[in-house]
């Protein structure tokens, strides 16, 4: 465990959460802390949590290394606080589920929206401090994960890094994110991008290419990436800037929640955006300036029409 060394456990998760009493028995969130280093762990890898643990029992790290134990360190406490704090919301005694208020009158059960809101906010801190951990082990040049699955496929790709995919379409940056849309980016790749570029392919991926053509091709797999995702994932794990930017363009507080039609609607714009720039790719690949109208002309004394 990479906390409560010389049995400060709970003050480490104070300094590192600011809302976890020191005064607490660390012992009853130790399978919270579990929990959420098995999360962290399935995220960078094993080899860079085991590195991090090793430093932080060393005693003697350097700055880097003391770094990376607190940015892996932080997203496992908030994440174990907050799954600490639900549980506890209600206490469960021999008599049932109760609920507890002091007797002088101050402490008052917060309402549902109030946890909600609660629960949103520390789920935003963690998917903030996830972020900053990747971020910090890409250009770190950390050899455990370099050498993580995860990093050599997205090598392999034509967006390989959450800042690269910002470029195509806004995801505040997202690193997190963008290790939920891998298989996704991956997928889009193989099965649409790749085909409708054609031959020499494996040419075009591995010259890192900056014209029109690597430009196009990486838009549409943007676009089609998020036209998937949005169909597929939990919206919650989507940041919440995404679809609320959506939203606010359109005439939306940017603080309301995005309905279901809203992001079939955003999913269906993207992936006719997507086509364009598929489209687009060819015609810079071919070196034609042709443009291609996207729907027929038909006229009125015709006694037929093109669909």
């Given amino acids: 465990m990479i906390f409560n060394d010389n049995g400060q456990g709970a003050l480490e998760l104070r300094r590192l959460t600011g809302n ?6 660390f012992s009853a969130i130790e399978m919270d802390i579990a929990n959420a280093t098995d999360d962290i762990i399935s995220v960078v890898g094993r080899a860079v949590y085991d590195k991090a643990e090793g430093y932080y029992h060393s005693g003697s790290a350097a700055a880097d290394e003391i770094r990376l134990v607190e940015l892996v360190q932080r997203p496992v ?19 049932g589920r109760k609920t507890k208020v002091s007797s002088d009158g101050t402490d008052k059960i917060p309402w549902e929206w ?36 995860f990093y050599n496929l997205s090598k392999s790709l034509l967006i390989s890094s959450g800042a690269m995919f910002d470029q195509y379409f806004p995801i505040d940056k997202s690193e997190r994110l963008y290790v939920l849309l891998v298989n996704f980016i991956r997928e889009i790749q193989l099965s649409i991008i790749q085909p409708a ?4 392919w494996d040419d075009f991926i591995s010259s890192d290419a900056r014209d029109n053509v690597m430009f196009a091709a990486r838009k549409a797999l943007a ?7 949005l169909r597929r994932l939990p ?4 940041p919440v800037g995404v679809v609320r930017r959506y939203n606010a ?44 109208p996207m729907l027929p002309q038909n006229d009125r004394n015709n006694k037929f029409l093109r669909l």
């Fill in 249 to 292: 363009e359109n005439g939306m507080s940017a603080s309301e929640p995005a309905a279901m039609d809203d992001v079939r609607n955003l999913s269906s714009i993207l992936e006719c955006d997507a086509y364009i720039w598929l489209d687009r790719m060819k015609v810079y690949r071919d070196g034609s300036s042709e443009e291609y």
């Fill in 197 to 200: 570029y054609g031959g020499g």
């Fill in 77 to 95: 406490a908030i994440m174990a606080c907050l799954n600490y704090f639900r549980r506890n919301d209600v206490s469960h005694e021999d008599s």
């Fill in 114 to 149: 109030q946890l909600d809101r609660d629960d949103a906010v520390h789920l935003e801190l963690y998917y903030k401090s996830v972020e900053r951990l990747i971020r910090f082990l890409n250009e770190s040049g950390n050899e455990e994960w370099q050498q993580t699955e």
């Fill in 20 to 25: 976890y009493y020191a005064g607490n028995d």
């Fill in 223 to 229: 676009l089609f990436t998020m036209s998937t995702a």
């Fill in 235 to 238: 919206l919650q794990l989507i």
